[in-house]
């Protein structure tokens, strides 16, 4: 199958620094949105390098791949799947480190989704609360599941959409690269049909925007990866822009 991609980025209507980072890379069908977090700019400097870490261990692999990973494979996945993993885990290591060994850094982390797909198949990976969607035959669904607080406490409570909206602690996030030295991975395998989207997002974007009117605006684009990117966020912002905004779609086609 082809594949079609668009990606875009906006600081937002409330801050003055963007602080999220995103990553195409065509050439090796990896594609990474990374929400960086901490004070004094280390946010940003936590998810340029995470995508762009990401990037080079993609390279690295695919100019050698008899190489020797940082990590150990896990042998329940097939090689895809593990690259992807393993270069999030080597991601978060270099955010730990860098946060460990200068104090202008200490306590940044990112969260980060990403998406490969290879001879193997397709996959996602995530840690975190950046989301991956899926639009298939005009409708949008989660592909994901938040390591948030607020996501935890709903696997345990119900609550009312009104009772999530005002949720004390919202926002906060369980999971994150530059936590610890080491960081578990969510990942999974994806069965890309023909005519089938996908989308990766920050929270500035999924956040701002609800499932249905995602949707919407996804399913009105006719096709317009560029054009749709767009319209999300100027979506977000018209709804408020409280954070940054980033969104990378991948389109399926015969």
Same mark, same amino acid.
């Given at each position: 199958?082809?594949?079609?991609?668009?990606?875009?980025?906006?600081?937002?209507?409330?801050?003055?620094?963007?602080?999220?980072?995103?990553?195409? %890379?065509?050439?090796?069908?990896?594609?990474?949105?990374?929400?960086?977090?901490?004070?004094?700019?280390?946010?940003?400097?936590?998810?340029?390098?995470?995508?762009?870490?990401? =990037?080079? %261990?993609?390279?690295?692999?695919?100019?050698?791949?008899?190489?020797?990973?940082? %990590?150990?494979?896990?042998?329940?996945?097939?090689?895809?799947?593990?690259?992807?993993?393993?270069?999030?885990?080597?991601?978060?290591?270099?955010?730990?480190?860098?946060?460990?060994?200068?104090?202008?850094? =200490?306590?940044?982390?990112?969260?980060?989704?990403?998406?490969?797909?290879?001879?193997?198949? =397709?996959?996602?990976?995530?840690?975190?609360?950046?989301?991956?969607?899926?639009?298939?035959?005009?409708?949008?669904?989660?592909?994901?599941?938040?390591?948030?607080?607020?996501?935890?406490?709903?696997?345990?409570?119900?609550?009312?959409?009104?009772?999530?909206?005002? %949720?004390?602690?919202?926002?906060?996030?369980?999971?994150?690269?530059?936590?610890?030295?080491?960081?578990?991975?969510?990942?999974?395998?994806?069965?890309?049909?023909?005519?089938?989207?996908?989308?990766?997002?920050?929270?500035?974007?999924?956040?701002?925007?609800?499932?249905?009117?995602?949707?919407?605006?996804?399913?009105?684009?006719?096709?317009?990866?560029?054009?749709?990117?767009?319209?999300?966020?100027?979506?977000?912002?018209?709804?408020?822009?409280?954070?940054?905004?980033?969104?990378?779609?991948?389109?399926?086609?015969?």
């Amino acid at each position: 199958m082809k594949i079609r991609y668009a990606g875009s980025t906006h600081v937002g209507m409330k801050r003055s620094l963007n602080e999220d980072s995103l990553y195409l %890379f065509p050439e090796e069908n990896l594609y990474v949105v990374a929400d960086g977090m901490g004070g004094h700019a280390s946010g940003e400097v936590a998810s340029r390098l995470a995508v762009e870490t990401m =990037a080079e %261990f993609f390279r690295m692999t695919a100019a050698d791949q008899e190489m020797t990973w940082p %990590f150990k494979e896990d042998k329940t996945l097939v090689y895809d799947q593990n690259r992807l993993s393993t270069a999030i885990k080597v991601a978060n290591l270099r955010v730990w480190e860098m946060s460990q060994s200068d104090a202008r850094y =200490a306590g940044m982390g990112t969260t980060v989704v990403a998406m490969s797909a290879g001879p193997g198949g =397709a996959y996602m990976a995530h840690v975190g609360d950046s989301r991956g969607y899926l639009m298939r035959d005009g409708r949008l669904t989660q592909v994901t599941e938040d390591h948030s607080l607020l996501n935890d406490y709903l696997k345990v409570h119900k609550l009312t959409p009104e009772e999530i909206e005002h %949720f004390p602690h919202k926002n906060v996030i369980v999971r994150a690269l530059g936590m610890k030295s080491t960081v578990l991975v969510e990942s999974q395998k994806l069965s890309p049909r023909p005519g089938d989207i996908y989308m990766l997002c920050s929270d500035g974007l999924s956040g701002m925007i609800d499932d249905r009117d995602m949707e919407e605006t996804i399913a009105g684009g006719h096709d317009d990866l560029e054009a749709i990117s767009q319209k999300l966020i100027s979506q977000a912002n018209r709804n408020g822009g409280q954070d940054n905004i980033t969104v990378i779609l991948i389109a399926f086609s015969e």
